[in-house]
């Protein structure tokens, strides 16, 4: 009798062990779907901005292709001539006076040269405009970099940041959240606790201006630079009017007005002919959390300088360095700029020169020379007669 009833407490229930193996599983694919979930966009902005999380999607998967065409056309024995005529052009101009670069630049400010691999970047970029304008699957998503020519500590760093920036289209599209500053410091906190972070102040200028490959990415690939471009400011310019749009009514339809504008980009409208950043795109975000515009502008500058390591013609360890850079933009140590350097930098490109305001109008450049153009020192005699 006492064995029969110890038979009885000890037993399990086959329903019960089938409840016990579906919440094991369930918790196993809830963990593994959280983890995937991070490198994909927030299930709040994708159900309120259906459109652009899939276009942010997208557009992280043409990044990763960018790079690895970059890659091939830069080791494709069929380029070898033109890669020659480019590496010498850029020494040409690394050797000219001051003089010779401004008149060569007045010679050419109205002109649109196209790069030394033209038909080869036309080509590619018709193919990026018909996957921005494509559905991508979750699997596309996370194995975009699966395959990638870069570096695993390139990837790592660029992954981290992807996850940062659909954290905060999370919180900016969430109408629960009410403190947004505050929810914005925590995510901040939480982004710079993981390695392959990029630090929460301003990388000084230089590391963009005058590392040692520096405009290669804008010279020798002018379209797909402007395409990367855009990408960027789209996500800044959905940043901003996701703020606007919380704060008052006059704002309300500013989404549909950026995503307007970056369709009107893909037609060859305004691309960004300057790195896009936060205090021109999104000066919202910079008042509200100075921290994060600086990560995201920390990365996206970091992406442009990977892209002018992979873009510099016939350049033997390119994974040295970009290793090199991986170490430079991620240490919390290193030598920062001065927020006033830094908006100076930021504003210096123009706002329309990186792709125009997100909300509001402007029709035409607000500046008359390019960032490298106002890093150049010179000196100007003005007649006081």
Do not use: C
């Not at 001539?81 to 000219?96: I, K, T, V």
């Not at 699966?146 to 570096?151: D, T």
């Amino acid at each position: 009798m006492n064995s029969q009833s110890s038979e009885r407490k000890t037993s399990v229930h086959p329903s019960a062990l089938l409840l016990l193996v579906f919440l094991l599983l369930t918790t196993v694919i809830g963990a593994f779907a959280q983890t995937a979930f991070a490198q994909t966009m927030g299930r709040v902005f994708s159900a309120q901005e259906s459109e652009l999380a899939e276009l942010f999607d997208a557009a992280f998967i043409a990044q990763a292709k960018i790079f690895a065409e970059i890659s091939a056309i830069g080791s494709s024995p069929a380029t070898q001539a033109a890669r020659d005529q480019f590496e010498q052009n850029l020494h040409m101009r690394e050797n000219m006076s001051m003089a010779e670069m401004m008149a060569m630049m007045q010679m050419h400010a109205s002109m649109t040269m196209p790069g030394p691999f033209d038909e080869l970047e036309s080509h590619f970029g018709t193919q990026m405009i018909i996957l921005l304008e494509t559905r991508q699957s979750r699997s596309a998503v996370l194995d975009a970099y699966e395959n990638s020519p870069l570096p695993r500590q390139v990837v790592e760093v660029l992954h981290r940041g992807r996850q940062f920036e659909s954290r905060l289209y999370e919180i900016l599209a969430d109408p629960s959240v009410s403190d947004i500053p505050a929810a914005l410091r925590e995510e901040v906190a939480n982004y710079l606790s993981a390695d392959g972070s990029v630090p929460a102040k301003p990388i000084p200028a230089d590391l963009l201006l005058e590392h040692l490959h520096a405009g290669a990415f804008a010279r020798g690939y002018p379209k797909l630079s402007g395409f990367l471009w855009a990408t960027q400011w789209v996500q800044l310019a959905t940043i901003e009017a996701l703020l606007l749009q919380a704060q008052e009514v006059q704002y309300w339809g500013s989404v549909d007005t950026v995503r307007a504008r970056f369709q009107g980009k893909m037609q060859g409208s305004l691309l960004p002919v300057e790195l896009p950043m936060t205090p021109a795109i999104a000066p919202t975000l910079f008042t509200l959390s100075p921290d994060a515009a600086v990560i995201i502008d920390n990365l996206n500058i970091f992406e442009t300088v990977i892209a002018d390591v992979l873009s510099y013609p016939n350049l033997e360890n390119k994974d040295v360095a970009t290793d090199a850079l991986v170490a430079q933009f991620t240490n919390p140590d290193t030598s920062f700029a001065s927020t006033m350097d830094y908006l100076l930098f930021a504003l210096r490109g123009g706002i329309y020169n990186q792709g125009g305001p997100a909300i509001g109008e402007l029709s035409q450049s607000e500046r008359n020379r390019s960032r490298s153009e106002m890093g150049m020192q010179h000196a100007m005699i003005m007649s006081t007669q």
